[in-house]
């Protein structure tokens, strides 16, 4: 079975960055849209950014415009997100997420569209 594993949470301060990462255990995902979401206590799961299977074309919630920055390496099997200029309202646990029926151009910020998660990875930003 394939897997997700995220790595690179951890406690910051407001303004500084982080960099996620997300490796897949094979190269199934390679041209499959996959995708960062988070989830804060007590608050529903939302989406972060999204990358298509070609192309590497990227979405992003609105929180995060401008901030994160979403990148593929299909080669490495690895989904990065580089996250900067923190505040304490991005602390959530970080989920890497993979489709494993859209590919090419698809940009999906729906929580339906994926359905390979990894565990996660905490991230704190303290103010």
């Known amino acids: 079975q394939v897997q997700l594993v995220e790595s690179g949470g951890g406690l910051v301060q407001a303004g500084d960055s982080l960099t996620l990462s997300c490796t897949a255990s094979e190269r199934t995902f390679s041209g499959n849209n996959m995708a960062w979401f988070r989830e804060a206590p007590g608050k529903e799961r939302e989406i972060v950014a999204s990358?298509?299977?070609?192309?590497?074309?990227?979405n992003y919630g609105d929180a995060v415009k401008g901030r994160f920055t979403l990148s593929r390496d299909d080669a490495e099997n690895t989904l990065t997100l580089q996250m900067n200029s923190l505040k304490p309202e991005d602390t959530a646990r970080y989920y890497c997420?993979?489709?494993?029926?859209?590919?090419?151009?698809?940009?999906?910020?729906?929580?339906?569209?994926?359905?390979?998660w990894g565990q996660g990875t905490q991230v704190t930003v303290s103010s």
């Open positions: 990358i298509s299977g070609l192309h590497g074309i990227t």
């Open positions: 997420a993979a489709s494993s029926t859209y590919r090419g151009l698809t940009v999906s910020l729906r929580k339906s569209t994926y359905d390979v």
